[in-house]
């Protein structure tokens, strides 16, 4: 088990901006079960709003590339298109009215400090190509993608009821290329504040051991939501 302080990466503009986000954002306990990942893996986590993705780069000392919607990366007005409508009112159930008020300050504060972190923006069409690109550089330098892939067209619930395959897409990708990369199972626990990270496994592993994409998404979609429940 595992504890940190705020991670001093980036510019210092942006080393205080998370100093003042941390005060909303406490410091989970990092728990790994067994060996702890190494740098080039692939992350996949639940999301849990805001909460999880900000645990992460506010405690965890390592370097990491985080995927996110590309509206969240491209500029402050489609960021507040995509948060308004997307986020507030459809993710987390807010009156539209509410979510665009509220957006007024929270998409500019959100445009900013996405300014400073290292997002890789994910598509829905063939530039998503783009996205496996970026990441596998992001890799080859020693970072780790983060990739939070559960279906939350329901909300973020506390136990997954489905994951979309662009990290399984982004393994085979690198496999490809000759990268065998681990894979990390993770569940932040919102109520407990815990980070709990479960052994890594080689992608050429799940993939000798499963026969397609979707039983490999099947697997650590229920792996997730074990994590979800430990220390019950």
């Not at 790994?32 to 080039?40: A, N, P, R, V």
């Not at 807010?94 to 509220?102: E, K, P, Q």
């Not at 065998?180 to 051991?209: A, G, H, M, Q, W």
Request: charged share 30%.
């Amino acid at each position: 088990m595992k504890k940190s302080k705020i991670v001093k990466k980036g510019k210092w503009w942006f080393r205080f901006v998370k100093r003042l986000t941390s005060r909303r954002y406490k410091m989970p306990e990092f728990i790994y079960l067994g060996e702890e990942f190494k740098d080039g893996s692939v992350i996949i986590s639940n999301h849990e709003g805001t909460d999880a993705p900000m645990s992460l780069e506010l405690y965890l000392d390592r370097d990491i590339y985080m995927w996110g919607a590309h509206e969240m990366n491209s500029g402050l007005i489609t960021m507040y298109k995509y948060q308004t409508r997307v986020y507030y009112h459809e993710k987390k159930h807010w009156n539209i009215h509410l979510a665009r008020l509220f957006c007024l300050i929270a998409s500019p504060l959100t445009n900013m400090f996405y300014k400073g972190i290292k997002l890789i923006s994910t598509y829905r069409d063939s530039r998503f190509i783009k996205t496996l690109k970026e990441s596998y550089t992001a890799l080859e330098k020693g970072g780790n993608i983060v990739v939070f892939p559960e279906d939350s067209s329901k909300g973020y619930l506390k136990e997954l009821e489905g994951m979309f395959a662009g990290f399984v897409m982004l393994a085979e990708y690198c496999l490809k290329k000759g990268r065998d990369v681990p894979i990390v199972v993770s569940y932040f626990n919102k109520d407990k504040k815990t980070y709990v990270f479960d052994n890594p496994v080689l992608y050429s592993e799940l993939k000798n051991t499963y026969e397609t994409k979707e039983a490999i998404i099947e697997k650590l979609l229920k792996r997730c939501n074990e994590l979800g429940k430990y220390g019950e």
